[in-house]
Structure formats: structure tokens, C-alpha cells
């Protein structure tokens, strides 16, 4: 599969923004996905994941309360809804894919990786 993130931006603190996960294919619903993001000078960090239905989610403590993850399989996309954004959020921003059974939190467990969308959060 292949996946093309989208929807980063330069955004205020405070503010919104929703990042989008665009997959290639006809078995999006067959993956697990998940969100990760890197800060320059730090590890690509697990921010959030969804299983295949989209009935179960799971969130770093980082951004519980003010995040949300989604999918719509019928339109192969994976979204990222983020609010109350603060600059510590600021990050290249990677969707991805897992072939495993279940979502994870590691990204050694993620199979297929979007190009990553820049989100920079202003105070």
C-alpha cells in the first residue's frame, strides 16, 4: 500500500488542524494505521492508532484529550484531527500502515510509511 500524508500547515497555538492519510489500493481496510511524528533532533514518536473497523484507538499521553484519530474505509483515508495545538507539537507528521493483527504503538510494527507532512505550531 502506498499512503500519502497531507493537511500539516503553520497554525498558532490554540488552533486546529486535521491531517489526512490518503492510501493507494483496494485492502486499506485490511490495515491497522497509525500516526507518528518527529521533531528535529528527536525520535520519530507514536502520537496515535486506529484498528481496521475503527472501533478501537489508543493515544500517546502527549496528546490525549486534544487529538483524534479516524478512518473512513470506503475513502481509503486515515485522518488526524488535532486541537488545543501547542508548539511542542510541532513535528513532520508520518501516517503508516501495519500488516500485523492488531495497532501498535512501536514504529519498528508499522510496515508502510506515508512522506510525512510538516505541522509547525507558532506561540
Known amino acids: 500500500v502506498q499512503l500519502q500524508a497531507s493537511g500539516g500547515g503553520l497554525v498558532q497555538a490554540g488552533g486546529s488542524l486535521r491531517l489526512s492519510c490518503a492510501a493507494s489500493?483496494?485492502?486499506?481496510?485490511?490495515?491497522?494505521m497509525g500516526w507518528f511524528r518527529q521533531a528535529p533532533g528527536k525520535e520519530r514518536e507514536f502520537v496515535a492508532s486506529?484498528?481496521?473497523?475503527?472501533?478501537?484507538?489508543y493515544y500517546a499521553d502527549s496528546v490525549k484529550g486534544r487529538f483524534t484519530i479516524s478512518r473512513d474505509n470506503a475513502k481509503n483515508t486515515a485522518y488526524l484531527q488535532m486541537n488545543s495545538l501547542k508548539p511542542a507539537d510541532t513535528a513532520v507528521y508520518y501516517c503508516a500502515a501495519t500488516l500485523g493483527g492488531s495497532h501498535y504503538d512501536s514504529r519498528l510494527m508499522y510496515d508502510y510509511w506515508g512522506q510525512g507532512t510538516l505541522v509547525t505550531v507558532s506561540s
Open positions: 486506529i484498528n481496521r473497523s475503527g472501533g478501537s484507538t
Open positions: 489500493g483496494r485492502t486499506f481496510s485490511s490495515y491497522p
